[in-house]
Nanobody, 123 residues
Framework: QVQLVESGGGSVQAGGSLRLSCAAS????????MGWFRQAPGKEREGVAV??????YYVDSVKGRFTISQDNAKNTVTLQMNSLKPEDTAIYYC??????????????????WGQGTQVTVSS
């Protein structure tokens, strides 16, 4: 059973930065695609960034601003978010799924989810 626990959300002004962390159960990172998704009020959950198989994938709206990375020794996946915008406000979820890794196909294939952490960006 894969367990995921997010941390690091909060409130920040536009242009600021936040770092989200996802602690995964042992051996998860080597076998799964690890992703960050977000869901704003009234909107569907969407992929933000995914890492797996030595590659990273980003949705167009965060390219150049967000960076996903993983630390296999610590079983953690991190999302560094810079130049935050009010439209980045959402609940952010860590997720794990089997390959192939996708970021723009909705939540399909991602079977394990964390509890979510709120990110609020004010203008």
């Amino acid at each position: 059973q894969v367990q995921l626990v997010e941390s690091g959300g909060g409130s920040v002004q536009a242009g600021g930065s936040l770092r989200l962390s996802c602690a995964a159960s042992r051996y998860t990172l080597g076998s799964y695609c690890m992703g960050w998704f977000r869901q704003a009020p009234g909107k569907e959950r969407e992929g933000v960034a995914v890492i797996g198989g030595g590659r990273t994938y980003y949705v167009d709206s965060v390219k150049g601003r967000f960076t996903i990375s993983q630390d296999n020794a610590k079983n953690t996946v991190t999302l560094q978010m810079n130049s935050l915008k009010p439209e980045d406000t959402a609940i952010y979820y860590c997720a794990a799924g089997l390959p192939p890794c996708t970021v723009d196909a909705g939540t399909r294939g991602y079977n394990y989810w964390g509890q979510g952490t709120q990110v609020t960006v004010s203008s």
